[in-house]
């Protein structure tokens, strides 16, 4: 079936740097778009970042951009996310999910999240 | 950037009744709306996209429906098992969610 399973979440110091992955399964990996989504504990849902489906557009939301990476490996059908100076304010279960049917789209698979902790 | 503000905060409603919440858009978004369901300890999921077209598997006791600014989603006749927190997301220009509304029991 149609899967995503995100791997890497953990505590980690001020300043810190953290990779998360996100396998994929049971579907075309490498012709849709993928995002991350965080949400902090107790709050609601943040986008975080977008790749394209092919690896070279890349958006980022505001409150990560030019400390966080997004990329993909196809090969592997797996989605990353690179975190470096991490904030506490960057805690929060992070989920990677799957753009539907168009590159700008609503998500319509969701992995279950990985936790990451960003604490002295 | 398109900020999306949903009503009320928490809505309780009795068991087989109507349930009603609200999606406002700071700036036009077409129909490019969907709402995801998020039930406690759980991924969200999505339940209606491009506004008002359910997703594979959702059932038909939910609905969406508005355009442009102002938008809605209907649960029919309201079952315990539908008590989570339900988000709605613009897609128009790129990606942002509403605060959430969260459905109990009354």
């Known amino acids: 079936q149609v899967q995503l399973v995100e791997s890497g979440g953990g505590v980690v110091q001020p300043g810190g740097s953290l990779r998360l992955s996100c396998a994929a399964s049971?579907?075309?990996?490498?012709?849709?778009?993928m995002h991350w989504v965080r949400q902090a504990p107790g709050k609601g849902l943040e986008w975080v970042a977008f790749i394209h489906s092919d690896g070279t557009i890349k958006y980022y939301a505001d409150s990560v951009k030019g400390r966080f990476t997004i990329s993909r490996d196809d090969s592997k059908n797996t989605l990353y996310l690179q975190m470096n100076s991490l904030r506490a304010e960057d805690t929060a279960v992070y989920y990677c999910a799957k753009g539907a049917r168009y590159s700008y789209d609503a998500f319509d698979i969701w992995g279950q999240g990985t936790m990451v902790t960003v604490s002295s | 950037d398109i900020v999306m503000t949903q009503s009320p905060g928490t809505l309780s409603v009795s068991p087989g009744e109507r349930a009603t919440l609200s999606c406002r858009a700071s700036q036009s978004v077409i129909t490019n709306l969907a709402w995801y369901q998020q039930k406690p300890g759980q991924a969200p999921r999505l339940l209606i996209h491009g506004a008002s077209t359910r997703a594979t598997g959702i059932p038909a006791r939910f609905s969406g429906g508005g355009s442009g600014t102002e938008f809605t989603l209907t649960i029919s006749s309201l079952q315990s098992e539908d008590v989570a927190v339900y988000y709605c997301?613009?897609?128009?220009?790129?990606?942002?969610f509403g605060q959430g509304t969260k459905v109990e029991i009354k």
């Open positions: 049971g579907f075309t990996f490498s012709t849709y778009a």
């Open positions: 997301q613009q897609y128009h220009n790129w990606w942002t």
